[in-house]
């Protein structure tokens, strides 16, 4: 058994998140080892024209301050997501506030965004969008809110001119369930406003748009979605990410831990996001690129994703159980499935289940 085998277990007996921060450490440092993409034509993706290695992303989250971008692409994903970032550093909510539920496979979090702020994700992606790795990855932005702003509007706007200019797309996320309020700004008139706004802000600072991607809740019912689809079909949102983790707990929960508050993630979240995203392509009309995301923890798990509607998949739970060896196997199963089922590309998967 190697070191990188070894880490998992010890890693799992840390609390989660000391673990975490344990991680980004052995990450930054060099001690995963430096894998090669195998990169592999039949994953290529061209989304939004741009064009993937992979269809396979690390999920918001995991990297909120833009530390680990390099290593995180090493491990073999296509595209990694930094954030949620807030304008200004915060806290977040006291500890304990992340909880393993280990037999479910799954996470409870209620981090509520702590974040060192724009300005230090601005100055670390710039330094990383200056060398050779940084400038052919492909990396999304995700934008947070401070939780003692009055005026969200004005944080995702100030995030997205901060940010944009390192950006391949940015998400504005109105999602998490840590959050007060944040959520709300789901509705058709709010998010209408608040996508009108951010765009007013790339126009003022004079940075050309990348692609503005929502990333939604898995619990939004069926109107929310009908009016989310209809905004997304408008010029302004140009993806959805779907979804967030879920403040739903699904009866089947082993874990000690399920009775705490927060947003449930893994595989738990799995038949839910994935229903949600399917209902969401349907509702699109397959016109829409769509990112799939919640409890993807095998090759079956993305491609079940890529068939319901998603262009591109993200993960984060799985890592924490599997290590980070799941995403070369991911990728390696999800060609295999991509081959025998006769598909040249990943596109042509998109959204088969509904054929
Ligand atoms: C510890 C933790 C922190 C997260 N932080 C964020 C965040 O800052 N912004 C965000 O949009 N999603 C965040 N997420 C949600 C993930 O990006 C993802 O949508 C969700 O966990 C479902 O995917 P998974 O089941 O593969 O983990 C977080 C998830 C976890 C587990």
């Known amino acids: 058994m190697n070191g990188f085998a070894l880490a998992g277990p010890l890693l799992r007996r840390l609390e989660p998140e000391a673990a975490h921060i344990l991680t980004l450490w052995l990450l930054r440092h060099g001690v995963f080892p430096r894998l090669r993409r195998a990169d592999d034509p039949r994953l290529l993706c061209r989304v939004w024209g741009l064009d993937f290695a992979n269809p396979l992303g690390l999920a918001a989250g995991f990297d909120k301050n833009a530390q680990v971008m390099g290593p995180m692409l090493r491990l073999g994903f296509g595209h990694v997501e930094v954030g949620s970032v807030t304008p200004r550093a915060q806290p977040g909510n006291p500890k304990p506030r992340v909880f393993r539920l280990t037999e479910d496979r799954a ?154 508050a927060g947003g449930l993630s893994g595989r738990p979240l799995f038949a839910l996001s994935t229903e949600v995203l399917a209902q969401v392509y349907r509702l699109t009309e397959g016109r829409v690129p769509l990112i799939g995301v919640g409890g993807i923890a095998s090759a079956e798990d993305a491609y079940a994703k890529i068939r319901a509607g998603a262009s591109l998949v993200q993960f984060y739970t799985a890592l924490v159980y599997q290590g980070p060896g799941l995403v070369r196997r991911i990728a390696a199963g999800l060609s295999a499935r991509l081959a025998r089922d006769g598909f040249a590309k990943v596109a042509e998967a998109v959204g088969a289940d509904h054929r």
Do not use: W
Not at 142 to 158: F, I
């Open 107 to 260: 996470v409870i979090n209620r981090l509520g965004f702590p974040c060192e702020g724009l300005a230090v994700a601005a100055t670390r992606l710039a330094a990383f969008r200056a060398t050779p790795a940084g400038r052919s990855a492909r990396l999304g932005v995700n934008l947070g809110k401070n939780k003692d702003s009055a005026d969200a509007a004005a944080d995702y706007a100030a995030g997205a001119a901060a940010l944009a200019p390192f950006a391949d797309y940015l998400v504005v996320n109105v999602s998490s369930p840590n959050t007060p309020g944040l959520r709300a700004l789901q509705s058709r008139a709010a998010l209408e406003g608040l996508i009108g706004r951010v765009r007013r802000a790339l126009h003022d600072a004079e940075v050309a748009p990348p692609p503005i991607l929502v990333k939604i809740a898995p619990d939004l019912g069926p109107e929310d979605l009908a009016d989310i689809a209809a905004v997304a079909r408008g010029p302004q949102v140009d993806g959805l990410i779907v979804g967030n983790t879920t403040i739903q707990r699904p009866p089947t929960l082993a874990g000690r831990h399920r009775a705490e």
